[in-house]
């Protein structure tokens, strides 16, 4: 499960590179994981989660 969101579920997204003369060339997008220490069903557990969800406060970060 590496590179996907714990929360959301947000992982890889692929698509093209498009240079100035028109050329293609696949790359794939990461989401901005961020290990953290959160309270998951009232244990603390170290989970990644993108930094969506980190801000918007869906994860109850652990002290």
């Keep these: ?3 996907v969101c714990s929360v959301c ?3 890889k997204v692929s698509g093209n ?3 100035h003369a028109n050329n293609h060339n696949r790359r794939t997008w990461s989401p901005n994981l ?3 220490k959160a ?3 009232g244990t ?3 989970i990644k989660v993108c ?3 980190l801000r918007t ?4 970060r652990a002290l």
Excluded: D, F
Aim: some cysteine.
């Design 34 to 36: 961020r290990s953290v």
């Design 51 to 53: 930094s969506r969800c």
């Design 44 to 46: 603390t557990k170290r």
């Design 1 to 3: 499960m590496a590179n």
């Design 39 to 41: 309270n998951v069903n």
């Design 57 to 60: 406060g869906k994860v109850e």
């Design 17 to 19: 590179t498009v240079s």
């Design 9 to 11: 579920g947000k992982g």
